[in-house]
Structures are given as structure tokens and as C-alpha cells.
């Protein structure tokens, strides 16, 4: 594949920065900003430059890692995975198109003032041959980039200077008049102003020593901006009358007339259309980037990576990008649309901030020659601050990021889910530390051993039955001396009162009681029998459980079947609201198992199943297998967590532990003696959760462990575990 030319020195990059930002910013939003803030908004600009500083030093630090093309799109489908990039790419590909629309049709008005021309025609014009510049090359578009901006600097400089004379104290008398709320919604509109300020990380990939040039271009060109910003609207308000200004489609050319007179218009008007022809520019430049790295990522058709032998520019992106550009110009209400986009970007620069943290708390491979300071709170603020201005960007603009949000997952879930396996770091960063939280988690639970363990009897049982249970009881208590109370609980009809006539001791009673006495004997830990009767047996096993404060419930499993799940049974009840743990034991036979298998669905063992299986190996003396998927598609960094938290877990474990890769049909490299696996206890975090053995029919006694709520993982906790392993 035709690799991209590094052609861009600093000049340029800061160019395509400065040039992408001083257009709509100076020339069409302090107009509409006064309506809102009044003259406040020379602290919605400051406010608004402080906001975007995260987004600036997080993207200069990925960009020096990562100087790819495609900027935005590479640093959060590379952090946050392949559906984020999609919503990432497609979002500000749209994004940065639209604004590059929306500043050719805001600089026709000003065009205007001079020559009597109908302004989509002009607008349309004015695209096509932007379009055919970006396609010739992008050393001619920087080259271009760096004569538009010397030229419109030096016409805002000198209008700066000539105005500043005229700037009358009075206009700025009431400048909180709109209050906070005015001021925040005016530094959520103008926040866009700032949205091209790291549009260069998109041209990474063509940039000369992009280590040292983009964090100068990115950094240097925000600083330079913001103070720009400021004291052009500054002076803008102090020598106008807002009223007049406010709302105007030319208030620059409004505020030169007042002070510079017909000549002064001019020179504005020509500093306006640079300086909108130079955010169209850049906005071309960087947002057909776009597609071209999203294609050369299977993101999107491979014909838009396509690079020109002729240009060495990707000419497939930039036509699509030119088509959407025209079709824009032409056909839509650009501002309103573009208000939206920039709803969007500002949600972009929050998941920029946040795929930082990522990469720097994942596994991946990341090494930039530039690091953000004050890590990570910079990037909290830059997060945080970016939800607080999407809530003053109105409910139209968060309905249209919705919107674009939706139709990304859509392209994903259509086309790239079914060509993409890979994962972002994000993914690796949650994994890696829900493992650190389960081992701690694990060693905790490990020092807690039961002391006493009740054997709860719902049903008739065969002798044998009976005697599994007990004797799983009996090792989960046997290490710490504990003890084990065996209690059958029989439940008559309502009617039936409980009276001595009721609770005499049968012949039955008798024989239950002779069998758990020799039962004790036998397994040489303290047992103790009792028989309860009662009009409801869910009731009367978890008052007993409470009032004798055992550690563990041990019964056998009936089987949760939807029915069971959507109205309840009294094992399900039972697991529900009993004070401590509860084991369900799906009984084919217990003696001495030697092979204790740890049954898992590819994520981290739950901390109660891990020390119920430990205590079963050792009173049994025998070892663990922990077993996993062996058909689950899974990427390298998943393979180095799940390796680093099963040697970290044998470590912890006092037996043998072995690791054996299960296939889904039931294959398997021997036949367990016991299986020991994760058990839910809400009905529809069963539903979603659930974790089944890996093979439908183990062939032998299945252990379900279902913790105290005390000991559960949160939902979150549970529904990082089930995404991200």
C-alpha cells in the first residue's frame, strides 16, 4: 500500500491549526454569542480555550505515539475499540465537513458588502476548487494554509491596532447580566471556535518530525488563538454597540466601519474570507483523513484508502468528502446542522481525554515522545467539563449527536462487527484491573473459612443423597474445625396446626437422626442433626440460617427454570434473602473427589466459588483445573491477562492447579470428580449472567456457588466482567 509523504514542517502545521480555527470563531460566532451572554462573551472565549487544553495536551501525547492519519478516529478506536472509532470517525468526519461548510457559506455575506453575487453559487465555487487543491497534494494545501494566514493575521493585526483607540469603557457596564447560565451556554457555542485546534493530528501521518512539531502546532497554535480570540471580541464589543452587532451576519465589517472607516471594511472583508477560506481548507484536509483511515482499518470500503501514485494524496476519501461538502452547501440549513456537529465534537474531545487514560492503563504498546502533565486529572476535567457544556449546547444538538451516534453503531454493527475482531486498550485497561480487584478480592475470601455450614433437607432425599451433601459440608468446615448442622425441614398445609401431635419423633425422625450421628463419626467432623416443621420452608430455612448465624447454606439444586425465574421457588427465594452463602449442589455422587474443577466462561473465577473448590482439594487432597473456553475468539491482550491472573491464582491456592481449555461441544481432556461454578441470584442478572458449566452435562456433581449480597460484585463490576472478558 502507497504510503503517505511526510511534507508538512512546523509552518505548516501551524497553519492548518491557526487557519482551521480563525474563521467562524472571529468572523460569524461573537454575533450570535452576544445575543446569548452580552458582553460576557469575552470570558465565554478565555472559559472556552481553558476547556479545550485537555483535549490539546491529550491529543498531542497520542499523536506522537500514533502519528497516523485519521488523528481522532486512530486514538480512540485504538484506546476505546472499534465501536467508539466508528461512532469517533464517522462523527467528526461529519463533523469537520460540516463546519468546513458552514465556513464558506458564512463567508460569502462578507463578500457580499462588496459584489452583488447570489451566495450558494459562490459557496459552491469556492469548494469545488478547495477540493481540487486538496487533491493535487498536501504540501500545496500547507503551502496555501501558510500564505492564508500570514495574510489574514496581518489584516485582524491591523485592525486590532486601528480599533483599540476607539474602544469605549461604557459598552462594557453589565457584563454579568446573563449570569452563569448565559455565560456557560455562550462558552458551549463558541467552544467550537476551538474544535480545528487539533485537527492537524488527522495529517499526522505526512508531518515532518511530528514528536517535536505536533505538540508545538497543537499547543502553540491554541495559545496564540485564545489570545487572539479574546482581544479581537474585546475590542469588537468595546467599540460597537451590542445591539447593533448582535445577531449580524458581518459583525467584524460592522465594528471596522465604526472605527476604520470604508477602507477598514475592506481589509476586513478580505481578512473574513481568508481566514473562512482557510477553516474550509483545513476542514477538507483533515476531515478526509477520515474514511482513509477508517478504510485502511476495515472500518470502512477499502477503495477510500486508496492513495494517488500521481498526488500521493487519497484522492477516493477527499472526493467523498468533497461530494458530502457540496451536497451540504447546496441542499441543507448549514448553521443549524453544524451546531450539532459541534455538539459531537465536544463529546469526541471527551472520549479523547479518556482514551489517554486508557492507553496508559492498558497493556498495549505505547510509548509517546510527548506526555501530558498532571495526569490523569487533566483528563477527568477535560471529561467532565465536556458533559457539563453538552448540557448547554440545548436539546436539539444532543438529539442530532444522538442521532450520528446512532447511525455510526448501525454502519458497525452492519459492516465492521463482522470484519474486525480487535479491541481498544480501554478494554485491556477495565480487564486488567477487574483482575487486580477479583485476586484481592480472592486472597481476602481465602482467610475466611466457614465455621459452621447448614445442610438444609427440603425434600426426601435417598441415603446416599443425604450423604453427599453432608460430606461437602463437612469438608468446607474440616480445615478450621468447624461444624455442620443437618436440619430436615418438612412443611404442612396452613390448616395444620403446629402442635406437639405434629413434631413427635417418628420411627423415621429416628433413623434420620441414627444415620447423621454415624455420618459424623465417619467424617470425623462435628455434625449435628434437627427437624423443623413449618407452613413454609423458604421461611423457616433462612430464619434458622439467621438465628443461628451459620456462614453457609448447603442444598440440593432444583432447577431455576423460567417459570421458576419469573415467579419464584423457594430455592430461589432462599438464595435470595438468605444472611450468608448459599451452595446448590446438582448431586450425581460425592466421595473423595480428587479432581475439582473451577468452571468459568473465559473471565476471572468468582473469590467464593475459588475457596469452596480450594476446600474441597485440600480435605481431599487433591487439585484444581481451572477451565476455559477453547474456542473463544480472543486477542493477544486477553490471552497475557487471563495468563497473568491464572499463574498470580495458583500462586495463591495451597494444591496443585492445573489450566484446561474446554470446547464448547462438551469435549473435555478428562472427567472431573466435582465442578464448582458461578451462580447469580437476581432473575434477570440470571437471565444476562448466568454462567452454565462450559459444557452442558459435566457428568458429575455440579457445585453452584452463590454468594451474601454482602460478597456480589456490583452491576457494573459484573457488567465489565461479562464485555470485557
Known sequence: MKELERDLGLPSVLAISIGAMIGSGIFILPALALEIAGTAVILAYALAGLLVVPAALSKSEMATAMPEAGGTYIYIERGMGPLLGTIAGIGTWFSLSFKGALALVGGVPYLLLLFDLPLKPVALGLAALLILINVVGAKQTGRLQVAIVIVMLAALGWFAAGSAPSVQSANYANFFDAGVGGLLAATGLVFVSYAGVTKVASVAEEVENPGRNIPFGILGSLVFTTVLYVAIVAILVGVTDSRSVAGSLTPVAVAAESTLGQFGVIVVILAAILALISTANAGILSSSRYPFAMSRDSLAPPTLSAVSDRFGTPVPSITLTGVVLLILIAFVPILDIAKLASAFQILVFGLINLAVIAFREGSTEYDPEFTSPLYPWIQVFGAITGLLLLTQMGTVALVGAVVIAVGSIGWYVIYVRPRVSREGAATDAVRRRVRRDVLTETKSVMDDTPREVLVAFTKNLDETRERSLVAIAADLVRSDDGRVVVVRFEEVPDQTPLTEDVTVRS???????????????????????????????????????????????????????????????????????????????????????????????????????????????????????????????????????????????????????????????????????????????????????????????????????????????????????????
Open 507 to 725: 420411627s423415621s425422625d429416628i433413623s434420620y437422626e441414627t444415620r447423621i450421628e454415624s455420618l459424623s463419626t465417619e467424617l470425623a467432623v462435628d455434625i449435628e442433626a434437627d427437624e423443623i416443621v413449618s407452613h413454609d420452608t423458604k421461611h423457616a430455612v433462612v430464619n434458622f440460617a439467621d438465628n443461628r448465624g451459620v456462614d453457609t447454606i448447603v442444598a440440593e439444586h432444583e432447577p431455576l427454570r423460567l417459570r421458576s425465574r419469573l415467579f419464584g421457588d423457594p430455592i430461589d427465594w432462599v438464595v435470595r434473602h438468605a444472611p450468608c452463602d448459599v451452595l446448590l449442589v446438582d448431586n450425581l455422587g460425592y466421595d473423595q473427589p480428587e479432581h475439582v474443577a473451577l468452571s468459568g466462561d473465559g473471565g476471572p473465577h468468582p473469590p467464593q466459588a475459588v475457596n469452596v473448590a480450594e476446600a474441597i482439594a485440600v480435605a481431599n487432597e487433591g487439585y484444581i483445573s481451572l477451565w476455559y473456553p477453547a474456542d473463544r475468539k480472543s486477542t493477544e491482550q486477553y490471552k497475557r491477562t487471563i495468563d497473568d491472573y491464572q499463574s498470580e491464582l495458583s500462586e495463591i491456592l495451597s494444591v496443585p492447579v492445573r489450566v484446561e481449555s474446554i470446547r464448547a461441544d462438551g469435549g473435555q481432556p478428562s472427567i472431573p470428580d466435582v465442578v464448582v461454578r458461578r451462580g447469580t441470584d437476581e432473575r434477570l442478572r440470571g437471565v444476562l449472567f448466568d454462567d452454565y458449566p462450559v459444557f452442558p452435562s459435566p457428568g458429575c456433581i455440579t457445585i453452584t456457588v452463590y454468594p451474601h449480597k454482602s460478597r456480589r460484585p456490583g452491576f457494573a463490576r459484573r457488567l465489565f466482567e461479562h464485555f470485557t472478558f
